[in-house]
């Protein structure tokens, strides 16, 4: 698939991710927001099962960079900041993205996409001179800020629209991707920005965190929260959304150390993932060649999705771009002074800078299975093989038959594990529907009551991903679950 038909049909035509996409929405993971007005365009809500699903990562997450870290601490920044923060930060004139409209589709583009595009067009052509030529001049035109030299390039290599088919083009202009918002009496009214990354709110926040909590360098500031980005092409379901929820850190370290810190998280997250369950043949670390406006050096950290291997985390070398920037603006001495060195300086920072969205949607992908009949009798089914700590439930009681007393002793086993699990209990249908229901939600256990409970208090359990069941004490089920399905589990791995 070419890059634009990526880009600009949201991908209807990959089976397997409309399989996963439609399976999100059927099973409770994720709507689009505001359905019953026929959705808001890259906007989406999370359901019961995807609620729980990222509230777990989000854990995952959170207690590997904060609680199993002695030197990382997290905070809890407002979305809406000072509006200096941006102009300090460069959001406000770099944040930008070049945008061209056809006048006859009335779609708007990323006018860098659209080049890549045709260039990918002119290779598989036969003529991979014409492109390398085509992406040098955008190159060159972009680094400079010359749109009209990038108008001329599209008329030259007559890149047309791939709905109209038409070259008729809007001159190219930069969009600011940031949502302004007015705060306060309309004749006074300021004018706000909702942030585009969280990481600022880590920055204003250096010095108070590292005096309050005393922490000495090299140490890491960590945050989940909100972003927002008025993306113009939404694309590939909750991959590109207006939006989304990063979870990022700054590590704060002595200038001339950065590269050995870049690599260190770098080494650090792959390992994160390997844990999620994401073999290194599905991850790509792809060194940046179009830095943001405040890297020295970047990787992508890229999932294999259905629809390519695309970015799901950013690891940034940002030098002391920020904190000095911020320095300035306030007027304000942002220094750390290092008792080893003897010396005062602005620390530079390495983050690391995740898509909480992208997450649940590699995990999605990664955990979509569909399974033939076997020849040993076992039905053909589709199930969700989450890695058991992030599973949304992580055990369902289900008693045999709602009579003889089996419901009753059911539901003292789901009352005896609720307070530590996340356990469902379902009485209704045959044990095989509810099995298909669990399996199809992902729940990786499920514990039944059956007539031999009531004689020897044993259940059985079933596993999601072999189907094999096996009996055990019911008073032994609360410790089998937290050595399967906690997080410290996965913790204990990294
Ligand atoms: N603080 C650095 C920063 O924001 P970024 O590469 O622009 O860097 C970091 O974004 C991560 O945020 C990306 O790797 C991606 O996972 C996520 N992200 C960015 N834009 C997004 C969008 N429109 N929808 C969903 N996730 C997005």
């Not at 997450?61 to 923060?85: C, F, R, Y």
């Not at 001159?171 to 009214?189: H, S």
């Not at 609720?418 to 298909?436: L, N, P, W």
Request: aromatic share 12%.
């Amino acid at each position: 698939m070419s890059f634009v038909e990526d880009s600009l049909s949201a991908n209807a035509s990959h089976h397997m991710f409309k399989a996963v996409v439609s399976h999100a929405y059927a099973y409770g993971f994720i709507y689009p927001s505001s359905a019953i007005y026929e959705g808001l365009q890259a906007t989406y809500d999370y359901g019961p099962y995807g609620t729980a699903l990222k509230r777990n990562v989000q854990e995952f997450w959170w207690k590997s960079m904060t609680q199993l870290q002695e030197n990382i601490v997290g905070i809890d920044a407002a979305i809406m900041m000072h509006p200096t923060t941006w102009k300090a930060s460069g959001h406000l004139d770099g944040f930008t993205d070049p945008m061209v409209d056809n006048k006859d589709s009335q779609k708007r583009y990323r006018v860098d996409w659209l080049i890549e595009a045709h260039a990918a067009q002119l290779v598989s052509q036969g003529q991979p001179t014409q492109a390398k030529k085509l992406l040098e001049a955008m190159g060159n035109y972009l680094a400079l800020g010359d749109l009209a030299g990038i108008d001329a390039l599209m008329q030259e290599f007559a890149i047309v629209c791939p709905l109209a088919k038409t070259a008729n083009w809007t001159a190219v202009r930069q969009f600011n991707l940031m949502f302004a918002t007015q705060v306060g009496a309309q004749e006074d009214a300021t004018t706000l920005y909702l942030r585009p990354e969280t990481a600022q709110g880590i920055f204003v926040n250096f010095l108070n965190v590292q005096k309050s909590a005393r922490m000495q360098i090299p140490f890491g500031i960590a945050q989940i929260g909100k972003a927002f980005r008025n993306e113009i092409v939404a694309r590939q379901f909750i991959f590109r959304m207006r939006e989304f929820e990063q979870m990022e850190m700054q590590f704060f370290v002595p200038p001339g150390t950065e590269q050995t810190w870049f690599d260190y998280w770098q080494a650090r997250r792959k390992v994160w993932y390997n844990v999620l369950g994401i073999s290194d043949d599905k991850l790509r670390f792809h060194p940046h060649q179009q830095l943001a406006h405040y890297a020295t050096a970047a990787v992508d950290i890229e999932y294999a999705f259905p629809f390519g291997s695309k970015e799901v985390e950013g690891i940034h070398s940002r030098t002391d771009f920020d904190l000095r920037n911020h320095a300035h603006y306030a007027r304000k001495k942002i220094e750390y002074f290092d008792p080893e060195l003897n010396k005062s300086y602005i620390p530079y920072v390495i983050e690391t800078s995740v898509g909480l969205d992208r997450l649940i949607l590699m995990l999605l992908s990664n955990a979509f299975t569909q399974e033939k009949e076997t020849t040993d009798g076992c039905k053909a089914r589709t199930y969700l093989k989450f890695p058991p700590p992030l599973a949304p439930i992580k055990a369902a009681v289900l008693p045999l038959v709602k009579k003889d007393g089996l419901e009753t002793k059911a539901l003292k086993l789901w009352n005896h594990l609720k307070c530590d699990f996340a356990v469902g209990y379902e009485a209704t249908q045959s044990i095989g529907r509810r099995y298909t229901r669990q399996d199809l939600i992902g729940t990786p256990y499920c514990i039944t009551v059956d007539y031999q409970t009531l004689e020897d208090d044993t259940v059985t359990i079933r596993a999601r991903d072999s189907r094999e069941q096996h009996r055990m004490d019911a008073a032994a089920v609360a410790d089998f679950l937290h050595n399967k399905t906690s997080i410290k589990s996965l913790l204990l791995q990294l």
